[in-house]
């Protein structure tokens, strides 16, 4: 284990880190360092919320979960989970028992004296505001790119603990650079307000600028500002995961920023990969923890950086049937590029900012002539997947049969690049 204290960082707290990018983690170990570290922290008879991510992040849950766990029941006077929802759906009891790795319906046979709580993002109740960021500061954090004040509203669940402790994986992300850390309680647990706004911030900027983005990028002041007003004590549990097998090469702990940085090095080094040149194509395989297009864009988001202009990218997805059954709007809107809403803004300023982002994300970067009313995209993005024909049309995107879909010749082909189990390692140029 080794303990690191940056002082030129914004959070200036210390991080105990172990394993690397070159390394492969034993569980056991996982389990001891947690252990220790828990075991250093002013924690008997207080209250403690464990933010965890939901399905569509992949990392060894059950194992880090049941570490914690065994750290802290009977030492703090109450334990719960939060499932770090943003607006994704809500989780089943099935879900979680198969996310969390308890029986279904006993959650006390793995998790003796826990609460497991679905963040319930559409429900005013459950949610606290915590103050306002003002319009200035606003302007000052996205570099001039909005100037507006946001009301920073947070699930209650954070705040009526003592002590909010973040749980979950650090990869690649379209919207803030790299994803973990304050990331879990903005968006993660958050009001509405500030998604919409940390979202639309990420679009301006484009998802193809931000993604794999090192260090604290517009969007994760932002987030940082935010998680600033946290009434609870903050601190943080960021892993990087080995793509595909969910094993881990590192774990970080102490201060939300300053973990998530150390975690971030390390995912940089090993969920990125380079190309020396474009392709012309990429099929994307997306894995069945993605059930829809808001969640699948991912497949999109991590190669659009190393296709050539004009080239395609195919999204791969024969068990998903919907674009998004929680944001309807986006099959009304469709996917555009980021000019085409900001020049007819008067048309589209009413509607969620986190939708409109999305929509950008799975479009890409590209242009939009108001005078002409022409949107030229610079890559195309043909959905093979179990949605209907007439709707991916109608979203202004291609459509393909998935049955039409020849993995083997794809994989053949030297201007195609098949990426298996697609959404969370990056490709980008030299």
Not at 5 to 16: H, I, K, L, Q, T
Not at 76 to 99: C, F, K, N, P
Not at 146 to 155: A, G, I, K, P, T
Not at 227 to 256: I, K, N, Y
Request: net charge negative; charged share 20%.
């Amino acid at each position: 284990m080794t303990q690191v204290s940056d002082p030129e960082s914004p959070a200036a707290g210390r991080v105990a880190t172990v394993g690397g990018a070159d390394q492969v983690l034993e569980s056991d170990e996982v389990a001891g360092f947690l252990a220790d570290c828990l075991a250093a922290e002013d924690l008997d008879g207080r209250s403690v919320c464990v933010i965890v991510p939901d399905a569509t992040r992949s990392c060894p849950l059950p194992m880090l979960l049941s570490a914690v766990h065994g750290a802290l029941v009977g030492r703090v006077s109450r334990l719960t989970v939060l499932i770090a929802l943003g607006t994704h759906a809500a989780m089943t009891e099935a879900q979680l028992a198969r996310h969390l790795g308890h029986p279904a319906g006993d959650l006390a046979a793995r998790y003796p004296g826990m609460t497991v709580l679905n963040h319930e993002w559409s429900d005013p109740d459950t949610f606290v505001s915590l103050g306002t960021i003002p319009a200035e500061r606003i302007a000052e954090l996205s570099e001039g790119r909005l100037h507006e004040s946001v009301d920073v509203r947070l699930n209650r669940a954070v705040v009526e603990h003592d002590v909010a402790l973040v749980l979950g994986p650090v990869f690649p992300h379209e919207v803030v650079g790299f994803s973990g850390g304050n990331k879990y309680f903005f968006p993660g647990v958050a009001g509405q307000e500030i998604i919409d706004l940390s979202h639309w911030l990420g679009a301006l900027i484009s998802s193809a600028e931000i993604i794999g983005t090192r260090g604290t990028t517009p969007v994760r002041a932002l987030i940082d500002e935010a998680a600033a007003l946290v009434p609870a004590q903050r601190l943080a549990v960021c892993v990087v995961a080995q793509s595909g097998t969910g094993a881990l090469h590192s774990v970080a702990f102490g201060d939300p920023q300053a973990a998530w940085a150390a975690a971030a090095d390390v995912s940089a080094q090993v969920h990125v990969r380079y190309l020396d040149a474009p392709v012309r194509r990429v099929v994307s395989v997306i894995p069945e923890k993605y059930d829809d297009m808001w969640t699948a864009a991912k497949g999109f988001y991590k190669v659009e950086p190393i296709v050539a202009d004009g080239g395609e990218v195919v999204i791969l997805a024969p068990h998903i049937t919907t674009i998004s059954a929680m944001h309807p709007e986006i099959e009304e809107i469709g996917y555009h590029c980021r000019d085409y809403f900001v020049q007819q803004w008067e048309r589209f300023a009413h509607l969620h900012w986190g939708v409109l982002a999305h929509s950008t994300h799975l479009r890409g970067t590209g242009t939009y002539d108001a005078a002409t009313g022409v949107e030229r995209p610079r890559v195309r993005v043909t959905l093979a997947t179990g949605i209907p024909e007439d709707v991916v049309r109608k979203a202004d995107l291609d459509h393909l049969d998935p049955a039409e879909v020849d993995l083997g010749a794809a994989a053949d082909d030297p201007e195609t690049l098949l990426v298996p189990e697609a959404g969370e390692v990056l490709f980008r140029l030299r």
